[in-house]
């Protein structure tokens, strides 16, 4: 974040979730202004690859099995070097997908809330299994509406980009990779106002139904949503 912010001479710039080190993936950067909105992706689902190794190899089946137990809410201490209070927290598990075993290496994709720890659930799976784990290597494919095969771009291309930008008056390539600030709430509810009732809205006033003029069916009560 702080390269980004000095490569295109922001004074603001913030990112959607922590990486660890040596975690590769996915890591959405807000921009100027959109950092006021990029804490609704820190909460979102996050989506990761992970390679397990176990400490003795397992049979299939059993395997299958454990990582069923694992699916919903689960319980987990933060690890010992972690930026949290270690104390027992529910994580919720949207899906475990097995994708290869060869031996005591274990690949799996992982769907879950956002503060779950990887490193962890490959320990407890290792504890299940009664043969100890570990988690060998980790990358993100999704962090909420951005994902992998679709939004990723490595530093190299902002770099480029750039440069073909600032140099050449090229902007194609630098409109690939900063998307509008729109895209962090694509999975939000939406309620979209009236012209007439955005001056009120932006200074401070609460949102009426005459200055609705259409909304989203998954609007309900308590839930966050995005005004348009």
């Not at 202004?33 to 609704?40: D, H, L, M, Q, S």
């Not at 980790?138 to 771009?153: A, N, S, W």
């Not at 291309?157 to 090229?170: F, I, M, P, Q």
């Not at 690939?176 to 006033?205: F, Q, Y």
Request: net charge positive.
């Amino acid at each position: 974040v702080a390269w980004i912010k000095k490569m295109f001479e922001l004074e603001r710039a913030g990112h959607g979730g922590t990486l660890d080190p040596k975690v590769t993936g996915v890591l959405p950067v807000a921009l100027a202004n959109a950092t006021k909105v990029i804490g609704n992706v820190i909460h979102t689902i996050k989506e990761y690859v992970m390679v397990i190794q176990l400490h003795a190899p397992v049979d299939n089946d059993r395997l299958r099995k454990v990582l069923k137990y694992f699916t919903g809410v689960i319980y987990q201490r933060p690890p010992l070097r972690s930026s949290v209070k270690r104390v027992i927290r529910t994580r919720r598990i949207h899906y475990i997908d097995l994708l290869e075993h060869s031996d005591r290496y274990v690949l799996v994709r992982v769907g879950c809330e956002a503060g779950t720890y990887m490193r962890k659930l490959a320990h407890d799976i290792g504890l299940l299994l009664g043969v100890g784990a570990h988690m060998r290597e980790l990358r993100r494919t999704r962090t909420g509406p951005y994902k992998e095969d679709e939004t990723l771009v490595r530093m190299q291309e902002v770099s480029e980009a750039l440069y073909l930008w600032r140099n050449k008056g090229d902007e194609r390539y630098l409109r690939k990779i900063i998307l509008p600030v729109e895209t962090a709430i694509a999975h939000l509810p939406k309620i979209i106002i009236r012209d007439t009732a955005v001056d009120a809205i932006a200074h401070g006033a609460h949102l009426a139904v005459p200055g609705i003029a259409r909304l989203t069916r998954d609007v309900a009560p308590n839930k966050t949503v995005a005004i348009l």
